[in-house]
């Protein structure tokens, strides 16, 4: 299992990423998958989740209606759309195969930095 990300960077605090996870070595299409994040100082937390066949989607609470979670099964690909992002959304974040506690393998992150 691999599962790599890309896309993070610096943006100012209002401002949009994408992220983006490249997973390989596994059925993607079979498989639910998350992002999660972890902030200096804190606990890795949930913050997106999609469903195998990306009918079904939850949300931490504070990202709800600024973040987009979608994938692409012919690509073996999920996006995380971030818009209007807040200071406090500075993190490592990480794609991750399974939903939510149930998740299983990782990739090493990507690294977004939300500063003026």
């Known amino acids: 299992v691999d599962l790599v990300e890309s896309g993070g960077g610096l943006v100012q605090p209002g401002g949009s990423l994408t992220l983006t996870c490249v997973a390989s070595g596994f059925i993607f299409s079979s498989y639910a998958m998350s992002w999660f994040r972890q902030a200096p100082g804190r606990e890795r937390e949930l913050v997106a989740g999609i469903s195998h066949g990306g009918g079904v989607i939850n949300y931490a609470d504070d990202v709800k ?7 692409d099964n012919g690509k073996n690909m999920m996006y995380l759309q971030m818009n209007s992002l807040k200071p406090e959304g500075t993190a490592v974040y990480y794609c991750a195969r399974g939903r939510g506690a149930a998740a299983d393998a990782w990739g090493r992150g990507t690294l977004v930095t939300v500063s003026s």
Request: glycine content about 14%; overall charge positive; cysteine-free.
């Open 65 to 71: 209606g600024r973040f987009t979670i979608s994938r």
